[in-house]
């Protein structure tokens, strides 16, 4: 996957971070938008990357559009994820909206997915509830790191 890193300014969170996107090879067209909160716990220690060019490769998810959004620190880590409703405004309002700017296709995507674990977990959890209709409520990807550093798509 091609990617490009950027810098996202939030006027709700009085805060910015960085915003990697990663778009499908081989001119592909997204069928999926999939969003990571903690993006810098996954690119270092859950590698999903090559799991998801596998995951797309054997067609167990469609080619994906994917978004690794960063923490601004880990004291805002601690403010924005336990049910923070400008987070929720974050996401809405100005992620989602910048991510379509460059990416107009995330308009018309049917599957969109906000990835979270543990305590982003609950942030992905409480912006779906905030934000109905953003993300997609019955699928999602689960993730677990383990010995073999996999990345199962779960119906």
């Known amino acids: 996957m091609r990617e ?12 910015e971070r960085i915003v990697w996107v ?31 060019a596998a995951l797309i490769e054997t067609g167990a998810i469609p080619p994906a559009l994917v978004a690794y959004v960063s923490i ?35 308009n018309s995507l049917q599957s969109r997915v906000l990835v979270g674990l543990s305590y982003t977990g609950l942030a992905a959890s409480f912006v779906a509830w905030r934000v109905p209709g953003l993300f997609n ?12 550093n996999k990345i199962t798509a779960c119906p």
């Open 4 to 15: 490009v890193a950027h810098t996202l300014k939030s006027a709700h969170l009085g805060n």
């Open 22 to 52: 990663q778009t499908p090879e081989d001119e592909q067209t997204p069928a999926a938008l999939i969003v990571f909160l903690d993006g810098e716990f996954y690119r270092e220690h859950v590698a999903p990357p090559a799991a998801l």
């Open 72 to 106: 601004e620190s880990m004291d805002a880590r601690w403010c924005e994820c336990p049910c923070h409703p400008p987070f929720a405004r974050f996401v809405a309002d100005e992620l989602m909206p910048r991510l379509a700017a460059e990416h107009p296709v995330i």
């Open 137 to 148: 409520p019955n699928g999602f990807i689960s993730l677990r790191k383990s010995t073999c």
